[in-house]
């Protein structure tokens, strides 16, 4: 068989037939073709993978210097907080770097019981369970529950974790429009024949318009179709609800959330995921799901640093306090030089900037102007509707979120999209 030759290397050689074939028939032809993103990095326009060398407060070293952050999800800034530090280092001396192990079988360590159980309290259910990553939550809890003869009706503004989740399940699909509860209602009447169960998911506050959730509508129709009713609190924990509990507390409907999924990786300043709901759900996921079953389990380190999170989310809510005020203040200066945020109601904030190009140009600016965050370009929003997608944390000082308001300006009124 013909060697396969990458000739973009070196266009002058030219392909025979039979290379041309050779090359068609190569899986990673796909991989050699692919110059993107070397070519947005020699022209200065490639925003995403950049290092972060320290952090304290609002502010990151990267690029040799002391930039402001905004787009981070440390939404209550417990990251470098001292006491989530020693947690971890003392559930590194007491357990190790690893479990090494699936909860399944030598993996479950004493903290995973105490976890799990202080999160079931805390979010008013009978049970929880981990996982190591928010992500290995969604495939987990969707995977296990919407079976073979199921209907997964998922909102299309859903984070990507759920929109995998939903592929892995070998339930049958329906997409319904964002946040629209006639066109989900429509799809649950047109399936009113069919046998099997019926779940909704949807995110609590939208990962990227930062939208909350219509869960008072989605209850009613819950109600009125029988169905059973998932919330991916991801950027909701910590941070809606005068508890900090999500999306059910903020609308006073905690118990019509029939499973409630979350992550430790934003607000709780660790990583690893969670489910919270009933008792015999959670025992049914915990020994069917493939994706919390055939992985190693959360470290301790991580698991300690969530804990330590919790107890301040408990007790400490001048953080939240914080964090609102801070949005209030950045959402409202942004609003008022003329910017596009799309409706964002919780730290999220969207920036509409438009095409691919003028986001990137957008974002480079604002790079240059000494500010660390990413545009988020199609597929990950429509076409023509690139934002820089910017987010509020309770660390952010007034001067910060200042310097934030100003480079914006600067860039926006340059790029003529204020
Ligand atoms: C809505 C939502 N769900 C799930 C996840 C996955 O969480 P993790 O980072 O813990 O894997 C994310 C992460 O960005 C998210 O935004």
Request: charged share 25%; glycine share 10%; proline share 3%.
């Amino acid at each position: 068989m013909s060697e396969v030759v990458d000739t973009r290397q070196n266009p002058v050689i030219e392909e025979d037939a039979e290379q041309r074939s050779a090359r068609a028939r190569d899986a990673f032809t796909k991989a050699f073709a692919f110059n993107r993103a070397e070519q947005a990095e020699s022209a200065g326009l490639h925003p995403y993978f950049k290092p972060i060398a320290a952090q304290h407060g609002g502010t990151v070293r990267a690029n040799g210097r002391e930039m402001v952050i905004t787009g981070s999800n440390d939404y209550l800034g417990l990251t470098q907080d001292e006491r989530l530090k020693s947690a971890a280092r003392d559930a590194l001396d007491d357990f190790g770097t690893s479990c090494t192990g699936s909860r399944f079988l030598t993996g479950t360590l004493t903290l995973h019981e105490t976890l799990e159980q202080r999160l079931a309290t805390f979010l008013n259910k009978e049970s929880a369970l981990t996982f190591s990553a928010g992500y290995l939550g969604c495939l987990s809890v969707v995977s296990a529950l919407a079976g073979r003869h199921d209907i997964l009706y998922y909102d299309r503004e859903n984070h990507a974790s759920l929109y995998d989740a939903a592929r892995l399940s070998y339930a049958t699909l329906r997409k319904y429009d964002h946040n629209d509860l006639e066109h989900l209602e429509r799809l649950l009447a047109a399936d009113a024949d069919k046998p099997g169960g019926r779940i909704i998911v949807s995110d609590g506050v939208f990962s990227m318009s930062g939208h909350i959730v219509d869960l008072p509508g989605l209850v009613d129709v819950k109600r009125r179709y029988g169905a059973r009713l998932m919330i991916d609190d991801a950027h909701a924990s910590g941070v809606l609800g005068d508890g900090g509990r999500g999306t059910g507390e903020h609308f006073g409907l905690e118990d019509d959330v029939d499973v409630i999924i979350g992550t430790f990786s934003k607000s709780f300043a660790s990583v690893g995921g969670f489910m919270a709901g009933d008792r015999k759900v959670v025992q049914f996921v915990k020994h069917h799901a493939r994706p919390f079953i055939f992985t190693a389990a959360l470290p301790a380190m991580q698991m300690a640093a969530a804990l330590a999170a919790l107890d301040i989310m408990e007790t400490e809510p001048e953080h939240r306090v914080r964090l609102w005020k801070n949005v209030k203040r950045f959402r409202t200066g942004m609003q008022r030089l003329g910017f596009d945020t799309l409706g964002s109601e919780t730290p999220i904030v969207p920036v509409l900037v438009g095409e691919d190009d003028r986001a990137l140009a957008f974002w480079k600016g604002l790079w240059d102007a000494g500010v660390f965050t990413t545009p988020a370009l199609p597929p990950g929003v429509a076409p023509g509707h690139s934002i820089i997608r910017t987010s509020v944390n309770a660390n952010h000082s007034d001067e910060e979120l200042d310097l934030l308001l100003t480079a914006f300006e600067t860039v926006g009124k340059g790029l003529g999209v204020i």
